[in-house]
């Protein structure tokens, strides 16, 4: 299984970065998907989560309104649009799959998603 995100990078606060996370060696639309973050010296939180249908989306208080999981099953891949980036979104994020639940399920896991990907930087500056 691997999950590939890309799409980070450096943006001055305002700013829009659109992150993506390419799936192989599972069935992607059997799979509920999500993002999580850690920014330095923080504990690992919870961004966004989308169901296996596409249908059903849970966001994180400090994100919602600004960014917006989707997923294009044709493609295999896994999308945030991050619109009006504050410094503090600065972190590594993670692609995440997990094969049970759903996504209002994921924002509340005591444990951690099955998979993960490698994770891609996102900087934001002020």
């Known amino acids: 299984v691997q999950l590939q995100a890309c799409g980070g990078g450096l943006v001055q606060a305002g700013g829009s970065l659109r992150l993506s996370c390419e799936v192989s060696?599972?069935?992607?639309?059997?799979?509920?998907m999500g993002w999580f973050r850690q920014a330095p010296e923080k504990e690992r939180e919870f961004i966004a989560a989308?169901?296996?249908?596409?249908?059903?989306?849970s966001y994180a208080d400090s994100v919602k309104g600004r960014f917006t999981i989707s997923r294009d099953s044709a493609k295999n891949t896994l999308y945030l649009q991050m619109n009006n980036l504050k410094p503090e979104d600065t972190a590594v994020y993670y692609c995440?799959?997990?094969?049970?639940?759903?996504?209002?399920?994921?924002?509340?896991?005591?444990?951690?998603?099955?998979?993960w990907g490698q994770g891609t930087q996102v900087t934001v500056s002020s």
């Open positions: 995440v799959a997990d094969p049970f639940g759903s996504a209002q399920y994921m924002s509340r896991m005591t444990s951690p998603p099955r998979y």
């Open positions: 060696g599972l069935t992607f639309s059997s799979y509920v």
């Open positions: 989308i169901s296996w249908s596409g249908t059903s989306t």
